[in-house]
């Protein structure tokens, strides 16, 4: 099984901004980030794939963008003009990129680094 390890989280103010960072321990075809907030369910927040198509989901769009290196096996999602809805327990997803480059999440998560957006 292919290990991640997500760094970048932490306390920040509204309207600021961080960075994640995920790594892979090996070149993958597509990686994801996803939150889960207390009491809600996982939700997607964004995808890359190793042709540079990319996701967002709804609530961040315009404010977060994801990319990799080329070797597509670290991905970073870079999110400004944080709010604090955005607080959740961010986790990295190693994808399955079907034949139309479609991103399906795979059960390989990684441990989740806590993004807390307060003042």
């Known amino acids: 099984q292919v290990h991640l390890a997500e760094s970048g989280g932490g306390l920040v103010q509204p309207g600021g901004s961080l960075k994640l960072s995920c790594t892979a321990s090996?070149?993958?075809?597509?990686m994801g980030w996803y939150r889960q907030a207390p009491g809600k369910q996982r939700e997607m927040v964004a995808t890359l794939t190793s042709t540079n198509r990319t996701n967002y989901g709804d609530s961040v769009r315009g404010r977060f963008t994801i990319h990799g290196d080329n070797a597509m096996n670290t991905v970073y999602l870079q999110m400004n003009n944080l709010k604090p809805e955005d607080t959740a327990v961010y986790y990295c997803n190693i994808g399955i990129v079907d034949y139309f480059d479609r991103y399906h999440p795979s059960n390989n998560w990684g441990q989740g680094t806590q993004v807390t957006v307060s003042s």
């Open positions: 090996e070149g993958v075809f597509g």
